[in-house]
């Protein structure tokens, strides 16, 4: 079942995204070579008393995961694409790395959902333009999430954007084989708002005029994961971190987003 927010609650929910929005610039301000993973758990936390709002991945246990997230933040590096544990076996930002940052916050019991990537220090060109494709294939999705269009539209969207983008860049290098970089398979948005995760399923592959329509008042999460090498994922042993099979390098950016009769409404902007 898809939820229509009401309007009290979108109130709340614009409130939810400026707060986490401001956040995840303070945590991005942070992640710099020598920091560690657990110290960006721990000042996530004080941030949320600072603006008074509550960590909802802490204790979330989705359908099927094996255990509950034990950290209030998701914090991804390298060759992990999402749901990396910040806290367990705290890990050292090293210059060059890529560190996806994916927050959620509850305000007066609404939800909204984010996630960006940032480079620790300096980082290689290749890191660059995953980044750059990454945060382009999300602007691409939002655009597609208008009032009457499908789920399915949103997940062509984000494909065609990579695809294209590879071609772009072919042309540019000179380069013949170019492949494009690879969507993390089975993973994608969802709705958001009364919960963490609310139908519909948001694909970010796929074909147009499929799936769920969207209509005014729906509230999504769209969540591209672009991986430098294969679309190809695993499990890590903490039974909750995902990885790209190959080793390669995953980037990933988040926006909550309402549906309205006048287009998208990113809430986390
Ligand atoms: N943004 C993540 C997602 O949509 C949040 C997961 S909740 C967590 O999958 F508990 F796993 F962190
Ligand atoms: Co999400």
Redesign the pocket.
């Known amino acids: 079942m898809i939820t229509i927010k009401k309007e009290e609650d979108i109130v709340r929910l614009r409130k939810a995204g400026k707060i986490l929005a401001a956040m995840l610039v303070e945590l991005s301000k942070k992640t710099l070579p020598g920091v560690s993973t657990l110290d960006i758990d721990n000042y996530t936390n004080e941030l949320c008393k600072k603006y008074g709002v509550v960590p ?3 204790n ?3 359908y099927g ?1 094996s255990r ?2 034990p ?1 209030s ?2 914090v991804s590096i390298n060759d992990e694409i ?2 990396g544990i910040p806290n367990e076996t705290p890990r050292t930002f090293k210059e060059g790395d890529i560190v996806s940052l ?3 916050v509850s305000y007066e019991g609404m939800i909204v ?3 960006t990537t940032v480079g620790v220090g300096k980082i290689d060109e290749a890191a660059q333009r995953l980044l750059d494709t990454t945060r382009g294939s999300l602007k691409a999705g939002i655009k597609a999430a208008v009032s009457g269009s499908r789920t399915g539209d949103i997940g062509f969207a984000v494909e065609d954007f990579v695809n294209n983008e590879s071609k772009i860049f072919a042309e540019k290098t000179g380069l013949k084989k170019i492949k494009p970089f690879g969507i993390a398979e089975n ?1 994608g ?2 709705g ?1 708002g009364y919960e ?2 609310e139908d519909p399923f948001v694909p970010n592959f796929g074909k147009k005029n499929q799936g769920p329509i969207l209509k005014p008042g729906m509230v999504i ?1 769209i ?1 591209p994961m672009l991986n430098e090498g294969t679309d190809r994922i695993m499990i890590g042993r903490d039974g ?1 971190v995902y990885q790209t099979l190959d080793g390669k390098r995953s980037a990933h950016f ?1 926006h909550t987003v309402l549906i309205t009769d006048k287009g998208p409404e990113i809430l986390t902007a």
């Open positions: 909802v991945f802490l979330y246990k989705p995961a509950p997230f950290a933040i998701c999402v749901h994916d927050m959620g959902d984010s996630a993973l948005g969802h958001v963490v995760h999460a969540e909750w988040e």
